[in-house]
């Protein structure tokens, strides 16, 4: 019987990943050793049709990872503040055009709104004004926080800021 043996070789389509460098500190017995340590609103995020809402929404994509800068899940509850903008992308009023808060405090309704495929939360914020969504619009600017538990359960809130163009 022929056996054809294959060196394990650190290339395409692995299921691995080397880290350089030294890993993150994280005490052993931290309650939640892998919570959200860090969010970020992801490119992906933007205004798109919607054929589910019938109509055009922000797609926004929010990142959570752990120390160890690995993708995670995490019970929690979102806010997220629209600004027109001005080219530069700083607000052009101090006041939010639109706010929108998400409730992911429940663990089934928060796998709702994460998407196995990209691995990224996906929340459809609907009800933006034409104005927010015609070619030509104006600059939008993001302010994201996510209100989670770090990993000793204490509260924490995370942040980003993202310019959808």
Known sequence: MLVSVLPLVGGAGCGFRRVSGEPPRVDPGAAR??????????????VVDDALVGERVLALYVDLQDAYGD??????????????????GTPRTIEAALS?????????ENSRYFDAATRL??????G?????TSPGR???LLRVKYETLDRSSRPQT??????VR
């Open 33 to 46: 050793p892998f919570a959200p340590a860090s969010m970020s609103v992801h490119p992906l995020t933007g």
């Open 71 to 88: 993708t995670v899940k995490a019970t929690g509850r979102l806010t997220v503040l629209l600004f027109e903008a001005e080219a530069g």
């Open 100 to 108: 929108w808060r998400i409730d992911l405090t429940e663990p089934g």
């Open 121 to 126: 939360y996906r929340v459809s914020l609907a």
């Open 128 to 132: 933006l004004p034409a104005s927010l």
């Open 138 to 140: 104006p600059p939008l």
């Open 158 to 163: 995370l942040r980003d800021e993202h310019l």
